[in-house]
């Protein structure tokens, strides 16, 4: 973790770069507690959790609960009960993604289309967070 913990002081030096993390495997649950404890080290530094922690969703929600630097990627969901829970906590910390080629944008933007009957919350997820963090 040495070297994640570089990174994340390179991105606080560097005016609070966002951080992409891949959370899916082979990173284990472990790992992603490791990553969590640097999103609090440095709390200026927005951390996006992608793919949601993969099979340790649930475990990760609860985690970015307490981490309000910590951002969650839609991307490779486990199961569309995550992204419902992930986009109903968090409507301000979701960003859409669709991990492709892996999957198809367009199914994936379905799926997110299908579970956000607000529309500002859809529009939030679907572009509008990202979009403020990135300062676009």
């Given at each position: 973790?040495?070297?994640?913990?570089?990174?994340?002081?390179a991105?606080q030096?560097?005016?609070?770069?966002?951080l992409?993390?891949?959370?899916?495997?082979?990173?284990?649950l472990?790992?992603?507690?490791e990553?969590?404890?640097?999103?609090?080290?440095y709390?200026?530094?927005?951390?996006i959790?992608g793919?949601?922690?993969?099979?340790?969703?649930?475990?990760?929600?609860?985690?970015?609960?307490?981490?309000?630097?910590?951002?969650?990627?839609?991307?490779?969901?486990?199961t569309?009960?995550?992204?419902?829970?992930?986009?109903?906590?968090?409507?301000?910390?979701?960003f859409?993604?669709?991990?492709?080629?892996?999957?198809?944008p367009?199914?994936a933007?379905?799926?997110?289309?299908?579970?956000?009957?607000?529309?500002?919350?859809?529009?939030?997820?679907?572009?509008g967070n990202?979009?403020?963090?990135?300062?676009?």
């Open positions: 973790m040495a070297k994640m913990d570089a990174l994340f002081r991105s030096e560097m005016g609070n770069l966002p992409w993390v891949h959370t899916f495997f082979p990173l284990k472990e790992d992603i507690k990553l969590l404890m640097l999103a609090r080290r709390p200026t530094v927005p951390t959790m793919h949601m922690g993969g099979i340790h969703w649930l475990d990760t929600l609860k985690a970015v609960k307490e981490i309000p630097n910590a951002y969650l990627d839609l991307s490779a969901a486990y569309t009960i995550a992204l419902s829970f992930a986009i109903r906590e968090f409507p301000r910390r979701t859409f993604s669709s991990d492709a080629p892996y999957s198809l367009s199914i933007k379905m799926v997110i289309e299908e579970l956000v009957p607000d529309p500002y919350i859809l529009e939030r997820v679907l572009g990202i979009a403020e963090l990135l300062h676009l």
